[in-house]
């Protein structure tokens, strides 16, 4: 909990009000990430896996917190790790 205080400090300090969700790994239901990213991203079938494929890449850039943690949260549910900029 301290840890997630002193970054919600830190974000209220620069007062980011834009975040980055970037895929940092797929885990192992690689079908069922680009299923998602399609979901999220509106993008065709290869392109998302073209992004699920070379990732560590941005899902989604410059979208607010609640939108970030909402991937998040989406693609986590399939095994993927997700990191907010």
């Known amino acids: 909990a301290t840890a997630a205080t002193g970054a919600?400090?830190?974000a209220e300090e620069e007062e980011q009000t834009e975040f980055d969700a970037?895929?940092?790994e797929i885990g192992g239901q690689k079908i069922q990430v680009i299923k998602a990213v399609r979901e999220i991203t509106g993008l065709g079938l290869r392109e998302a896996k073209d992004l699920v494929d070379t990732s560590p890449k941005p899902i989604k850039e410059k979208v607010s917190k609640e939108e970030a943690e909402s991937i998040k949260e989406k693609l986590?549910?399939?095994?993927?790790?997700?990191?907010?900029?």
């Open 8 to 10: 919600a400090e830190a």
């Open 76 to 85: 986590e549910e399939v095994g993927a790790t997700v990191e907010i900029k």
């Open 22 to 24: 970037v895929l940092a």
